[in-house]
């Protein structure tokens, strides 16, 4: 029996910066952003979303395509985030609430930076090889912010994205064996008293690659698929620059031919998203599995696709995936186009009123101005309690 990701969709931000507006800011040409790190541009998260509402958007295509049966066998619900909107209560249980899931559902939140997405899913494969007949709704929600003038702030992004785990799944089977690597190191972290990252970008780009190094290593010590046999490789894409730099290192390492076509061949699919995005930490890899099957003209049906997961701190996962037959039937490459192209380009100055979350701490009652045209939001925080609505541009959203 195959186990894997039979249904998937992304959600961002209905407004960009363009990064060419960022670029004269910080003093520099756009080529070090376009060319240095692989951006055009970056969602901006409205200040009526967060997590919850991301994630909301991005499972409510998936929650509508199913039946009513369907949506009772959803007995798990995980979601992924490192930008999480409370210590306590799982940001999961207010999107199993918006979506209207059965309450016969355990629903958890994860947290191990960018790479926590990936543990979601492998623990969604053992529940459901437990029990095929469930069906485990996996969610990655971020919104990724670094400070005002820092190198980090031209990679920062937000989105989320959906995934229903299931036995014989429309889209890609996931191998059973994994590749993976674990070292405590301080690369990029959040103290609790912070709404941005602290971030050591030069050890980061390092410690990524060393953990690549690691997962492949323990992937082939496990008996995993030698390179050559992978057709496709979908990294962790905090920058898509940074996929470029992880890819041109596994070749290295494996000893393959350098050949720049081939290589280029083998990842550029799966960066077309997350150049328009910017980084979605949790969901910035599984963005870019939704590009790489979005996009690829060729049919990818048979073909083997190698993924990445890296999470500072750090974690990284190396792991295979085999694309299913007629997977482009169930893909929703029409909609995810137009969710970008319908965002609305803000300029700096927009962009600089709204980078700062609404993040009152005295515990009074703040209402939340309804801006974002996504399917969710944040209407008030009061008493202590965020509430969420369902916007009136919820009766249009993508199927
Ligand atoms: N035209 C083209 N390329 C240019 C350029 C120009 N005018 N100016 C600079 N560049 C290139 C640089 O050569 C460099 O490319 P290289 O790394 O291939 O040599 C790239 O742009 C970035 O320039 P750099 O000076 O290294 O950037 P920076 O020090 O300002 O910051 C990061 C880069 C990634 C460290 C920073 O964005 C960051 O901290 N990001 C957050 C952390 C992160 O995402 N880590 C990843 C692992 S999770």
Request: charged share 20%; aromatic share 6%.
């Amino acid at each position: 029996m195959q186990l894997g990701i039979d249904d998937l969709a992304f959600a961002t931000a209905d407004r960009y910066l363009d990064l060419a507006d960022l670029a004269p800011v910080h003093g520099v040409e756009p080529a070090k952003y376009t060319v240095g790190l692989g951006q055009d541009r970056m969602s901006v998260a409205a200040p009526d979303e967060d997590v919850v509402t991301l994630a909301a958007s991005a499972a409510l295509p998936l929650v509508e395509r199913m039946s009513e049966q369907d949506r009772a066998s959803i007995r798990t619900v995980l979601l992924a985030t490192e930008s999480g909107i409370d210590q306590s209560k799982s940001a999961g249980v207010y999107v199993h609430r918006l979506l209207g899931l059965p309450a016969a559902a355990r629903v958890v939140e994860l947290k191990q930076a960018c790479y926590a997405g990936t543990s979601a899913l492998q623990m969604a494969l053992a529940l459901v090889a437990r029990n095929p007949e469930q069906k485990v709704l996996v969610i990655c929600s971020d919104v990724a912010r670094y400070d005002v003038g820092s190198s980090g702030e031209p990679t920062q992004g937000c989105g989320a994205v959906a995934m229903l785990v299931t036995a014989n799944p429309r889209l890609v089977a996931i191998e059973p064996v994994s590749g993976l690597h674990t070292t405590d190191i301080m690369d990029f972290w959040r103290p609790n008293y912070r709404t941005t990252a602290v971030v050591d970008g030069r050890l980061s780009l390092r410690a990524y690659t060393d953990s690549l190094s690691g997962a492949w290593a323990d992937l082939q010590a496990q008996g995993g698929p030698a390179f050559a046999d992978i057709d496709t490789f979908v990294y962790h894409q905090p920058f898509t620059k940074m996929a470029v730099k992880a890819h041109a290192h596994l070749t290295r390492l494996v000893g393959a031919p350098r050949d720049a076509e081939v290589m280029d061949a083998q990842i550029a699919d799966s960066l077309r998203y997350n150049r328009e995005i910017g980084n979605s930490y949790t969901a910035s890899m599984y963005i870019g599995l939704v590009s790489l099957l979005d996009h690829a003209t060729d049919d990818l049906a048979g073909s083997r696709i190698g993924f990445f997961s890296y999470g500072s701190g750090a974690v990284g996962e190396f792991f295979t995936g085999v694309v299913q037959p007629g997977y482009r039937d169930h893909l929703r490459t029409a909609a995810h186009r137009r969710l970008l192209d319908d965002r609305t380009r803000i300029s700096h100055a927009e962009y600089s009123a709204i980078v700062a979350p609404v993040n009152p701490v005295d515990g009074g009652d703040h209402e939340v101005p309804a801006s974002t045209r996504n399917p969710f939001r944040l209407a008030a925080i009061t008493g202590h309690q965020r509430l969420y609505e369902r916007s009136a541009a919820a009766a249009t959203a993508v199927a």
